[in-house]
């Protein structure tokens, strides 16, 4: 199983929103990290063969996803950033009717969307109405169709956008169990979305990947790069205007400060061990901080 | 899983949905009788593994766009059939001292059985291609003659006649002499 | 019987033994070698259509027959005159058709629907024939109920089938122009300026003349053969413009 992308671009006049974009991927959890307006919806949105690209291929097994059409959908399964829904549609039959559009067996569809609403925790209102839903339920209820078809590509954008912290880690947790066989693409601002989950990581700027691999060796991209330096509450704002901050957390009256920076910025300041989201603040520091 | 109560049109129909565990029950529920088939057909049993791993294989590749629900058994032997058909052309024929088998008028009360199953797979491998194939599907594998036909691909006249001069040269070898068609 | 006599004797002898092992190791190399790829069983366009029509809303029959049943009592009680009338309510007909075809669009559903595998294009093209079926079958009841009341068939096709295949040709016109994000409000209202405009163009001009001439019915004719081919040619690039190379709809991130 393998999904190539071949330098994939797609330009919207002279916006380019991706751009010569190549990578490989198999079984596994991948983890799609960029900034708004990084492109990785229009990349989704091509391997999900909603969007031509401008140049470059999507491949599938050796096969052109666009030539396979039908049999490449078939085994797809996607979960947009903003999906919309029918309001009158009661959870129940919106799993039916989406159903339907996957081709599914009536007998085997019903059967399917109840084990899938137990799974993501709405079986006690899959009779209520969608327009009912809190953003929360609507995003489970999103994975939910998603996973309709058992199908071996998954790609998911934003998933956990609505999701309170009790249900992201319900999300990870899910996505964790049902990635075998599967080749999962998510995409997230939320760095701990796919640090404990992801495989592999592509990290996405203007429509480029910056950086990939799997998260304990991209993030030595940053190792020697990260302190923490504590400081008194006056000075926090120097510093935050002067570096890129991570974090800023206060520690009996001072503030203990974690820099993304190439020296120190003080010599007071103690190196420490890198995360994903130091890296993540390396690569977007002149974007601002991700969500 | 219930295989037990499912018939093999409600596997396929969860098969061709994605069920993958289906799958391997109904390559269970026949893997005995292809591979007895193809040892029938091929007269050898190593041969016959290959057989029937490239029959399932292949079944595998074409059970999705496989419609006719309710005949499966027959579609998956006329798999195998053509499986075998491919592998045994490589092969050469056995050949077998007729005179030695025609001497032995009545193998079932000269011969103990051991020897007996020994005279029966030579004289089967005695036979041509297409009468050894008719022989096994209607006495092996316990087909209608209607289905023998669908089986290899021949109108009902030509399955029937093929049967009939198959029993009559195998009557012939193992050195009956009584009428023993009945189509 | 000889036959199983036969049998008895070919059946001498155990059955070849199979080695367990050889056979686990097959049956696992066949289903990993299952490929990667789902079968998709043929579901017919009949049984897809029969599906579709269980998620329509129902208010789309309701409504469209209401209006129809209305029309149908009015000239059962006001006879041939009433006809101008009539006119100028069926492009409401087609109006509640389209604000069921392009729910789709109208609730954001289209971005979904397009990653299945019978995708956004399927689902418009089914709710096209179903919807489009039921507004002909409709239209054509009129058409005979008219001819049945003491309308000629001229008259009856001019006031009916003329605005219904105009009021058609034009909602597929404005959900081209609006690139399918019409609200079912600026449809209504479409529906409703178009019932006003017939309204006036049968209620002021002076039609009798023109549809009661020796040449009525192939003026009427060629007006309907316009109108036919004004639809045709809508839904034509309606259909050309559901394609998902669509950069107006997405935006992008």
């Known amino acids: 199983m393998e999904l190539r992308l071949d330098r994939l671009t797609k330009e919207y006049g002279s916006k380019i929103a991706v751009d010569e974009l190549s990578a490989v991927m198999n079984q596994g959890v991948y983890g799609l990290l960029g900034a708004n307006g990084a492109g990785k919806t229009t990349l989704m949105r091509m391997i999900c063969d909603i969007l031509r690209p401008t140049t470059g291929e999507v491949i599938y097994d050796n096969c052109n996803i666009s030539e396979m059409r039908e049999e490449y959908r078939n085994i797809l399964g996607y979960l947009p950033q903003d999906f919309g829904y029918y309001p009158n549609f009661t959870a129940e039959k919106f799993l039916l009717y989406m159903s339907s559009l996957k081709g599914l067996e009536r007998q085997f569809a019903r059967q399917r969307s109840e084990e899938l609403l137990e799974l993501v925790g709405l079986s006690q209102v899959k009779g209520k109405k969608i327009g009912t839903f809190s953003g929360g339920m609507k995003q489970r209820l999103g994975i939910a169709q998603a996973l309709l078809n058992n199908p071996k590509i998954l790609i998911l954008d934003e998933p956990t956008a609505g999701l309170d912290p009790k249900e992201r880690v319900r999300f990870r947790n899910l996505i964790s169990a049902i990635s075998q066989n599967k080749i999962v693409l998510l995409s997230t601002h939320i760095v701990s979305d796919v640090e404990y989950i992801a495989g592999h990581i592509f990290v996405m700027r203007d429509g480029k990947i910056m950086s990939q691999g799997r998260p304990e060796e991209i993030v030595k991209e940053v190792e020697g790069c990260v302190w923490e330096l504590r400081v008194p509450a006056k000075e926090a704002d120097h510093y935050i205007a002067s570096y890129n901050v991570g974090n800023l957390r206060n520690e009996d009256g001072m503030c203990v400060l974690r820099i993304i920076s190439g020296e120190a910025p003080d010599k007071s300041a103690l190196q420490v061990k890198p995360n994903l989201e130091d890296l993540y603040l390396h690569c977007f520091a002149d974007q601002g901080r991700g969500m | 899983m219930q295989e037990q109560i499912l018939t093999d049109e409600e596997m396929i129909v969860r098969i061709q949905q994605g069920n993958e565990a289906y799958l391997e029950s109904l390559i269970r529920r026949y893997y005995d009788d292809v591979y007895y088939f193809c040892c029938y057909k091929t007269g050898d049993s190593e041969l016959a593994y290959d057989c029937t791993q490239e029959t399932f294989l292949k079944l595998t590749r074409y059970i999705h766009t496989y419609a006719e629900r309710k005949k499966f058994r027959g579609y998956l032997f006329s798999i195998a059939r053509n499986v075998c058909n491919d592998y045994f052309r490589s092969k050469p024929q056995e050949t077998v001292d007729s005179d030695s088998l025609l001497l032995a008028a009545d193998p079932k009360d000269k011969i103990g059985e051991s020897e007996t199953a020994q005279v029966v797979q030579k004289a089967l491998a005695f036979l041509g291609d297409e009468q050894r194939e008719v022989i096994v599907l209607r006495f092996y594998c316990d087909f209608k003659v209607r289905e023998i036909a669908k089986i290899i691909g021949v109108p009902l006249p030509t399955a029937k006649s093929r049967l009939k001069r198959a029993i009559a040269r195998l009557k012939e070898i193992l050195g009956k002499e009584e009428d023993i068609y009945e189509g | ?253």
């Not at chain 3, 309308?151 to 003329?162: D, H, M, P, Q, S």
């Open chain 3, 1 to 253: 019987m000889k036959d199983k006599e036969l049998k008895q004797i070919l059946q001498t002898g155990r059955k070849p033994e199979i080695d367990s092992s050889r056979k686990e190791e097959a049956i696992r190399r066949v289903l990993a070698a299952g490929g990667n790829l789902r079968g998709m069983p043929r579901i017919s366009i009949w049984q897809r259509m029969y599906t579709m029509a269980g998620y329509l809303s129902p208010w789309l029959w309701i409504v469209q027959g209401a209006v129809v049943l209305l029309c149908a009592y009015s000239l059962a009680v006001n006879g041939s005159g009433t006809m101008p009338t009539i006119g100028a309510i069926v492009p409401l007909i087609g109006c509640i058709g389209f604000v069921e075809l392009q729910k789709g669009y109208a609730c954001g559903m289209q971005e979904l629907e397009s990653a299945c595998r019978y995708d956004n294009r399927q689902v418009i093209l089914l709710k096209l024939l179903l919807i489009g079926s039921v507004d002909m079958l409709l239209t054509l009841f009129l058409l005979a109920f008219s001819t049945q009341q003491g309308v000629g068939l001229t008259e009856a096709v001019l006031y009916i089938l003329v605005p219904y295949l105009l009021s058609c040709a034009l909602y597929f016109a404005i959900l081209l122009r609006t690139n399918r994000r019409v609200s079912n409000v600026g449809l209504l209202a479409a529906g409703i300026f178009l019932a006003v405009m017939f309204q006036f163009v049968f209620g002021n001009i002076d039609l009798d003349s023109w549809v009661i001439g020796s040449d009525s019915s192939r003026w009427v004719l060629g007006v309907t053969a316009i109108a036919a081919a004004l639809l045709i040619l809508a839904i034509r690039k309606f259909w050309k413009r559901i394609d998902r190379e669509d950069t107006k709809i997405w935006s992008f991130d």
